[in-house]
């Protein structure tokens, strides 16, 4: 089995900066993608940040400019590095990751479990 477990969020006031990090364990192939979503209470899920195995990233509108995605190919990790956090970014974050567990099998989707990111005052 695949599991992403992610670290990071918290309570930050305006204008802070937060980091989160996902790490994927179990029997991994390869990642295709991996990203970050979020749900605010009351939204939908929505895309925050992908990136490729290549290093291809894609933005929400919303963070451009302010997050910053990575990934670290050898530990099957993705990170988002928030900055100029607003109070319209509090949400939960979920973790994503499209992996191939094995050569023979197709790519499938993997969620984390979600952590909680806070900005108020």
């Known amino acids: 089995q695949v599991q992403l477990v992610e670290s990071g969020g918290g309570l930050v006031q305006p204008g802070g900066s937060l980091r989160l990090s996902c790490a994927a364990s179990?029997?991994?192939?390869?990642?295709?993608?991996m990203g970050w979503y979020r749900q605010a209470p009351g939204k939908q899920r929505e895309l925050v940040a992908t990136i490729t195995h290549g290093g291809i990233t894609n933005y929400a509108d919303s963070v451009k400019g302010r997050f910053t995605i990575s990934r670290d190919n050898a530990k099957i990790a993705v990170y988002l590095q928030m900055n100029s956090l607003k109070p319209e970014d509090t949400a939960v974050y979920y973790c994503?990751?499209?992996?191939?567990?094995?050569?023979?099998?197709?790519?499938?989707?993997?969620w984390g479990q979600g952590t909680q990111v806070t900005v108020s005052s």
């Open positions: 179990g029997s991994i192939f390869s990642s295709i993608a």
């Open positions: 994503n990751a499209y992996l191939i567990r094995a050569i023979e099998l197709s790519p499938e989707t993997y």
